[in-house]
């Protein structure tokens, strides 16, 4: 069975610029969650969303914006990039209400410039 | 003050070593309870959950949870070189709105030297 998967895997983007990262959750699981992970900050919660509908959402502005498909394929999409933006952004999917069981996907690094 | 805390170690131990790793959380609505790891530049991986306070076992690893105290341990036995890796705590509150939203702490770095 597939993992979690994350596109691309390395970014390297300039300041003001708009970024797409896209995730691939496990096949038949319908929940998609984003996450931020710095060394200062550790792992933070981004969003979720479970069959097409933004469930909960974290303490980002509103530069951080997602979606999610009917395939449960998720986009999450940061507009106006900053340099404090660069990190390394993990997708985990779960297979139902309740996301006790989380797979996470190996991350895409975003350096911004 | 974080809502989770992690001592970030590093912490080193000899090959066979019994591992401890804890948090401690401040938010008395958390009612799951993971553990992950993570290897460098690698996403996290889960190693169990548990639901409200006890324990559990899976091989080398038993999760505990004390909900009165507010504080997880991870035990981990006979520890092996390819143990070494960054673990993180997680917690999450389903009730309400929080569905879907695990609190991390910030990961203990462990080394196992042969």
């Known amino acids: 069975k597939a993992g979690v998967t994350q596109t691309p895997r390395y970014l390297i983007k300039t300041r003001g610029q708009q970024v797409t990262l896209s995730c691939s959750p496990i096949?038949?699981?319908?929940?998609v969650s984003w996450y931020q992970q710095t060394p200062g900050q550790g792992l933070q919660f981004l969003f979720e969303?479970?069959?097409?509908?933004?469930?909960n959402k974290g303490n980002f502005p509103g530069r951080f914006s997602g979606r999610q498909f009917s395939n449960s394929r998720s986009e999450m999409n940061v507009s106006t990039l900053e340099l404090g933006d660069s990190a390394l952004y993990l997708c985990?999917?779960?297979?139902?209400?309740?996301?006790?069981?989380?797979?996470f996907g190996q991350g895409t690094r975003l350096t911004v410039v | 003050q974080k809502e989770v805390e992690q001592d970030p170690g590093p912490l080193s131990v000899p090959e066979g070593a019994i591992v401890s790793l804890n948090c401690t959380y401040s938010?008395?609505?958390?009612?799951?309870f993971m553990w992950y790891r993570q290897y460098s530049r690698k996403g996290p991986e889960l190693l169990m959950y548990?639901?409200?306070?006890g324990n559990k076992e899976d091989g080398r690893f038993t999760a505990q949870v004390d909900k009165s105290s507010k504080y997880i341990s991870l035990f981990i036995r006979d520890s092996q070189p390819s143990d070494s890796a960054t673990y993180l705590c997680a917690m999450m509150d389903a009730g309400g709105t929080s569905y879907g939203k695990l609190t991390f702490g910030q990961g203990t770095i462990l080394t196992v030297h042969p």
């Open positions: 938010n008395s609505a958390f009612q799951y």
């Open positions: 096949s038949g699981h319908r929940s």
């Open positions: 969303y479970f069959s097409e509908t933004q469930r």
């Open positions: 548990t639901y409200s306070s």
């Open positions: 985990a999917s779960s297979p139902g209400l309740l996301n006790t069981e989380a797979f």
